[in-house]
């Protein structure tokens, strides 16, 4: 297994950590809210803003892992009714522009994390957030991304284990 492949690995690894523990915690930091603005009468000036941030982790950090896994939603009507070696065809096209899209959402996300770091914009609430926190996700999900798509495109293992399950 080759360095960017097991970097990858390590990578995927940590996504999964990070989202298990975002939806452990984002469940509870929903029911402390709730519960504080209507039982007690007393509503958190944090709950709504670490909330989206930890959705925005949800969001963009598994791209990748969906990607490296051939996870993603997608609709497979006419796929479906081409033969394996069309099938084969799609998927590389698809991976290209999936990796096209992600090289354009870290170039912009590294653009936006960059600028909110050198204006030092910090969120528009008590908590005053380092923007460039959150910002930083979008760009550091779509090179997981890129990574992940380059990374089944050239990898004829992968190629091969893809043509079979859909094939």
């Not at 698809?94 to 994390?113: D, F, H, Y």
């Given at each position: 297994?080759?360095?960017?492949?097991r970097?990858?690995?390590?990578?995927n690894k940590?996504?999964?950590?990070?989202?298990?523990?975002?939806?452990?915690?984002l469940?509870?930091?929903?029911?402390?809210?709730?519960?504080?603005?209507?039982?007690?009468?007393?509503?958190?000036?944090?709950?709504?803003?670490?909330?989206?941030?930890?959705?925005?982790?949800?969001?963009f950090?598994?791209?990748?892992?969906?990607?490296?896994?051939?996870?993603h939603i997608?609709?497979?009507?006419?796929v479906?009714?081409?033969?394996?070696?069309?099938?084969?065809?799609?998927?590389?096209?698809?991976?290209?522009?999936?990796?096209?899209?992600?090289?354009?959402?870290?170039w912009?996300?590294?653009?936006?994390t960059?600028h909110s770091?050198?204006?030092?914009?910090?969120?528009?609430?008590?908590?005053?957030?380092?923007?460039?926190?959150p910002?930083?996700?979008?760009?550091?999900?779509?090179?997981?991304?890129?990574i992940?798509?380059?990374g089944?495109?050239?990898?004829?293992?992968?190629?091969?284990?893809?043509?079979?399950t859909?094939?």
């Amino acid at each position: 297994m080759g360095i960017i492949a097991r970097a990858t690995q390590c990578a995927n690894k940590c996504v999964v950590g990070l989202g298990v523990a975002a939806l452990g915690v984002l469940p509870l930091i929903v029911f402390y809210d709730v519960a504080a603005r209507y039982v007690f009468n007393a509503p958190t000036i944090w709950a709504t803003e670490i909330s989206i941030y930890l959705l925005q982790l949800l969001v963009f950090l598994p791209m990748g892992l969906l990607t490296s896994q051939n996870e993603h939603i997608r609709s497979t009507l006419l796929v479906d009714r081409l033969p394996p070696r069309a099938r084969g065809v799609l998927y590389r096209v698809s991976l290209v522009l999936i990796a096209l899209l992600a090289a354009c959402i870290a170039w912009l996300g590294w653009k936006l994390t960059a600028h909110s770091w050198q204006q030092s914009q910090v969120s528009a609430t008590l908590l005053a957030v380092p923007l460039w926190l959150p910002h930083a996700l979008i760009p550091l999900g779509g090179l997981l991304l890129l990574i992940s798509a380059a990374g089944a495109l050239v990898d004829p293992i992968e190629r091969t284990r893809h043509d079979r399950t859909q094939g």
